[in-house]
């Protein structure tokens, strides 16, 4: 076991695969009981040695949908939920880069528990990595009148400064961090990126399959949290929200993804809010050119889930469903269903990197990997998937739900290539390739 010493008293890990674990780090006081819908404080300071050697709940969340792709995603869930996990090789003064891991899900499920997004081989590779829970759902960003906004993104803000405060003690460089983060989690990053507070508390970032445009004004978030309260009977305050259990509020929240069809903004009901201070604008108007950035997504996002609720259509109705949405997809040999899930993957995800690309230089990838599985929720293979990339960037192929979803041959080439692609940016800013060129990552390496 190996003690280190965190601003608020000593953490003791453990080691696994030959680096060291500390799990379930507090680094905010649990956002529960007088700190409920207040912005994050300092964790209380302990006597002792604190145990570090189970994951932290996740913030509360709707559990237990199995779609039947992806990951068994099983873990905690609490009120204790602003804690961290870090991963290093050694502690001390090692000055090593750090990554920064902001987990997605549609900012209303997740935990950095999930099991494809475990950071054993970064550190395995000389990178500290970090990964943090925060305040989801309604908890961390309904917009109540008498509460500060965008709690969930002062989480963020109090992950990062705990990493500034203390990831010296565990090996890692505070001057030398990555943001890095996927579907949400990416949409995190990118926020990050245009906010003052942030300045300073990271040096490069990555966006996976995320947006630039994924927030809300705060007239809507506020007529949101009005409506809500109409329904619940209730003020939209604080203090009425709080007589709610955390439970019952989880109950009272939409799904991560409505499916509108006016894009991913308008199916993402949860989100953060503009609110012209801490996010000054949509971040997509503001993003600058200072921080190297890698940026990407999966050729096939949607396609599995989309096909499944088009199943039934015709070649007619697809072709004016691909009109409302002003997309073109002119592969050949395309079923209808197939057709409008590329669709969906153009209107909800690709476009959504290119604005970013079109809006600051990059380093691009895209995710082109066809897992050959069958699958089991929207009729022909999984493909290249949203999340799909989330195990070859962590090289964990071995992890649970992995075969299930990329099947038994999923190549280790392509999680070879990205994670040193990956590791390399974390050290350098450079992943490997220019400015302004596409890395495609599809198993012909």
């Not at 305040?135 to 109090?158: C, S, Y």
């Not at 929240?253 to 993402?268: A, I, K, M, R, W």
Request: one cysteine or more; charged letters at 20%.
């Amino acid at each position: 076991m190996v003690t280190v010493r965190t601003t608020a008293g000593l953490v003791e890990g453990k080691v696994e695969e030959g680096v060291l674990a500390f799990l379930g780090v507090p680094y905010a006081a649990a956002p529960f009981g007088e700190h409920r819908f207040r912005e994050p404080v300092p964790p209380p300071a302990w006597d002792g040695v604190r145990p570090a050697v189970t994951h932290g709940p996740a913030a509360p969340q709707a559990t237990g949908e199995d779609i039947g792709l992806y990951a068994p995603d099983v873990f905690a869930v609490g009120e204790d939920c602003l804690n961290l996990d870090v991963r290093t090789p050694s502690t001390g003064e090692t000055r090593l880069p750090v990554l920064v891991w902001i987990h997605g899900g549609g900012f209303s499920i997740g935990g950095n528990g999930a099991a494809w997004h475990q950071g054993t081989r970064f550190a395995r590779d000389g990178v500290v990595c970090v990964a943090a829970n925060y305040r989801l759902g309604f908890e961390g960003f309904l917009a109540l009148e008498d509460a500060p906004l965008n709690r969930g993104v002062l989480d963020w803000l109090a992950a990062l400064e705990w990493v500034r405060d203390n990831i010296a003690a565990f090996g890692g460089d505070p001057g030398n961090v990555t943001i890095a983060g996927q579907s949400a989690g990416g949409a995190a990053v990118a926020t990050l990126l245009t906010m003052p507070r942030a300045r300073g508390l990271f040096r490069r970032a990555i966006v996976m399959s995320g947006s630039a445009t994924l927030v809300a004004t705060e007239q809507q978030a506020r007529d949101y949290a009005k409506a809500l309260a109409a329904r619940l009977e209730i003020e939209p305050t604080r203090s009425a929200f709080a007589r709610l259990s955390p439970a019952e509020l989880v109950a009272e929240q939409p799904p991560p993804l409505t499916g509108d069809s006016g894009g991913l903004n308008e199916s993402v009901p949860i989100k953060p809010v503009v609110d012209g201070d801490l996010i000054p604008s949509i971040p997509l108007a503001a993003l600058r050119g200072d921080v190297p950035l890698l940026v990407g997504c999966t050729s096939q996002e949607a396609d599995v889930f989309v096909r499944r609720l088009a199943a039934d259509v015709d070649e007619a109705s697809a072709q004016a469903l691909l009109d409302h949405l002003g997309v073109r997809v002119d592969e050949p040999g395309l079923t209808p269903a197939e057709r409008i899930g590329r669709a969906y993957t153009e209107h909800l995800f690709t476009r959504e990197t290119r604005w970013i690309r079109e809006a600051r230089p990059a380093h691009a990838y895209e995710f082109r990997w066809e897992s050959p599985v069958e699958s089991p929720v929207g009729g022909g293979r999984v493909g290249a998937v949203h999340n799909l990339d989330l195990p070859f960037v962590f090289d964990v192929l071995d992890a649970p739900g992995v075969e299930r979803t990329a099947g038994p041959g999923a190549p280790q080439a392509v999680a070879d290539a990205m994670h040193a692609a990956w590791v390399r940016f974390a050290r350098t800013g450079d992943p490997g390739w220019p400015l302004g060129h596409t890395m495609i990552f599809d198993g012909g390496l």
